[in-house]
């Protein structure tokens, strides 16, 4: 099987584009470096050729880490037989700067006799726009095909891989006018290129900076900004709960067809107990997730993202972290996993360095179950302002705010007061265009996320839920919780938990929650579906209301899990990415004394206001 | 002068690097088209010191204080396109 490379600069198109060639679902994203892995797709039309998309990079030149990871494998790769050739991707929109890259990989194919085709990406907007590129006369001058091709629409897509499959058997010579070492020379080169062969005016520069006046201006931006922020959250709730209500009632319709075909005893309480109360509280909320990857899908495609990022660079910096922290953090709202390979974006090591002691303190979605229950506990479903704001809703925005200002008060500490790795790399981050996001890849990317949020968080919670099913319904068949082996565990444990008020079946969630947090949900729901005999099918909210749980206690719970890193893969992903445990190990220890501090807090305080 | 001084609106010339700039990064920012002898509008200055936005050629970065004062530029030279 022959290779293909895939290289580019970051937002030239290079993964929509790969995704089109390969039918695969990667994530495509509007926003400079988020592309981090070297994925890999055979070509749709030519199975017998695969395409390796390797990270976007601004230079062959590394100057970051993650750069030069992306370098060294791509040379790597050149050195390899089996690559027959290598494609350089161009956004036409942006000439200039795109040549300045595709000139250093031409200098890099010739010193390895790779043959080379350059992708002119975008052609679409050219064209909309009634702008030309002269490619024939860019192609005569560099001496390797140029295709015209546009990843959003599909045009172009049959010839570059034809273009690829042929040109694999060319002798391979380049022109030597383009083999510089000097890198003024090269840039000279681009420019003189793309004045000579690309289109011309500043129509399009000149609708991004109208654009670019509204969303960062000082008013206006803000306001935006928050609007947006403010209009994410409230859709997790108002757009995903009717589908969050279907998947209950098909859980619940599910329940009562077949819990009466088996026959009672053992059998029957597990169906009800452990597959529908545990993993049935847990599947409930996936619509939630979602919706919440596919906006912020559509908020990194359309090139938002990097407005908001200047946005917050400022404010940012207050705390010790950098504008381009910023994207990791919003990340980690989904899942620390991604955040933490987004992070490597950082290209400052103290600023990543500081931008990981925030991560784990982001809301992310494994605390959405948590924190949907304990406010359907504790929150009234009314609203205000003649339906605008909803109380659930404005509790929900609340802990996730109070999570993200734990997360800025810990980097703000720690940068004052730690020393290490003090010498920093300049803030500087390109403004890629404003672009309409392809739905398709965004609607993929968020089914594929949520499925493998289920897929890959299922197998922990099957395991736990069954282990906590049979701790609870042994040795005396479900008669009396008590006096179950869980029981007896759980009345060990209880006087760490009785200061916020809790009793032995939440200090049982939580301990089982340490694996991931969304456990704590089916543990809850398989512990109140054991006590709860035939009536278990409630849901498990109505369930915390009527076990006369104090309010200081559901407000205690929530400042625990938005505080305390209960998350093994998490942590091993941190570990990996910072070469050793010893930073993983701090923070677990430190946040989870900094939850229980700040979760007894909660509680004495809210008990006296309620009292 | 600096290229944080430029105004919204105005453009000028790269002249060089201060000398304290790592040679890693002057080559970084040279090839994103910060280089001696290139011209850089100012297209936007937003309030409070949030960075700026740079136009070089059909490119668009922002950059905060702590690099723009480190790229020293000739006077201005007229609006910006």
């Known amino acids: 099987m022959s290779k293909t490379i895939l290289i ?41 050729n695969e395409f390796l998309d390797y990270p976007g990079a601004y230079s062959l030149q590394a100057i970051s880490g993650e750069e030069k990871v ?116 090269t840039h000279r080169q681009a420019q003189q290129l793309a004045e000579e062969f690309g289109p011309k005016g500043d129509l399009l520069i000149n609708a991004q900076t109208r654009l670019d006046a509204f969303f960062l201006h000082s008013w206006y931006g803000g306001l935006s900004f928050l609007v947006i922020m403010y209009l994410l959250f409230q859709s997790i709730f108002t757009w995903a709960a009717p589908v969050m209500d279907g998947v209950e009632s098909s859980l619940q319709f599910m329940a009562e067809l077949i819990l009466p075909l088996l026959p009672e005893g053992i059998i029957s309480d597990f169906t009800a107990d452990a597959i529908f109360g545990g993993i049935g509280a847990f599947l409930v909320f996936v619509p939630q997730i979602f919706v919440l990857t596919l906006i912020v899908g559509m908020l990194e495609d359309s090139g938002y993202l990097a407005r908001a990022a200047v946005i917050c660079h400022k404010p940012l910096r207050l705390f010790g972290l950098t504008g381009k922290s910023f994207i990791p953090m919003l990340s980690s709202v989904a899942c620390a996993i991604p955040g933490i390979y987004a992070a ?152 760490a938990f009785a200061p916020f008020g809790l009793d032995w079946k939440y200090g049982v969630a939580i301990i089982t929650s340490f694996l991931a947090r969304e456990v704590f949900v089916g543990t809850l729901g398989t512990l109140f579906g054991i006590e709860g005999g035939e009536e278990n099918i409630i849901s498990l909210a109505e369930h915390i209301q009527n076990s006369g749980l104090p309010v200081g206690a559901g407000f205690a719970l929530l400042v625990f899990f938005s505080i305390a890193l209960q998350c093994i893969s998490t942590l091993a992903v941190l570990s990996k990415e910072t070469g050793s445990w010893r930073l993983p190990a701090q923070l677990f220890v430190s946040y989870s004394i900094f939850a229980y501090t700040a979760a007894w807090l909660t509680f004495n305080i809210v008990q006296a206001i309620a009292a | 002068m600096t290229l944080w001084d430029l105004k919204q609106g105005t453009s000028a010339t790269v002249q060089s690097f201060v000398s304290t700039l790592e040679s890693r990064y002057k080559t970084r920012l040279s090839e994103l088209g910060f280089h001696p002898g290139e011209s850089i509008s100012c297209v936007l200055s937003p309030s409070l010191g949030a960075p700026k936005l740079y136009r070089v050629n059909n490119s668009v970065y922002s950059l905060d204080d702590s690099v723009a004062s480190l790229i020293e530029v000739g006077s201005a030279a007229g609006n910006a396109a």
């Not at chain 1, 790597?76 to 036409?92: M, P, Q, Y």
């Not at chain 1, 049959?158 to 006018?177: A, G, K, W």
């Open chain 1, 8 to 48: 580019g600069s970051p937002n030239s198109g290079k993964s929509l584009l790969f995704n089109r060639l390969t039918g695969l679902n990667q994530k495509v994203a509007n926003f400079p470096g988020i592309t981090v892995n070297i994925n890999t797709g055979k070509s749709l039309a030519h199975p017998a």
């Open chain 1, 70 to 185: 992306a370098v060294e494998a791509f040379y790597t790769a050149l050195e390899d037989s089996e690559i027959s050739t290598v494609v350089c991707v161009v956004d036409v929109t942006r000439l200039e700067k795109g040549l300045i890259f595709a000139l250093q990989v031409i200098n890099a194919c010739a010193e390895k006799q790779k043959p080379l085709v350059i992708a002119a990406n975008m052609i679409d907007v050219l064209e909309q726009h009634n702008l030309d590129l002269d490619l024939a006369g860019l192609e005569r001058t560099l001496g390797v095909p140029v295709v015209a091709v546009s990843a959003k629409s599909g045009s172009g897509l049959e010839q570059l891989q034809d273009t690829v499959i042929n040109h694999r058997d060319l002798p391979t010579t380049y022109d030597s006018d383009f083999i510089a070492s000097d890198e003024s020379i």
């Open chain 1, 344 to 495: 490597r974006t950082v290209d400052s090591p103290r600023k990543r360095w500081l931008t990981y002691l925030a991560i784990p303190l982001m809301p992310c979605s494994a605390r959405l179950p948590v924190y949907s229950l304990l406010i359907a506990a504790f929150i009234p479903a009314s609203n205000m302002f003649g339906g605008l704001i909803g109380w659930q809703g404005l509790a929900m925005f609340g802990i996730y705010v109070f999570g993200i200002v734990c997360g800025l008060l810990v980097t703000s500490l720690v940068s004052r007061t730690n020393k290490n790795m003090q010498s920093d790399l300049p803030f500087v981050l390109e403004m890629s265009p404003y672009r309409l996001p392809s739905w398709r890849p965004l609607l993929r990317n968020a089914w594929g996320r949520s499925k493998h949020f289920v897929t890959k968080a299922g197998k922990v919670i099957f395991l736990v839920t069954v282990a906590i099913w049979i701790l609870g319904y042994f040795p005396n068949q479900g008669a009396d919780l008590g006096q179950s082996w869980l029981g007896t565990m759980g009345q060990w444990i209880e006087p």
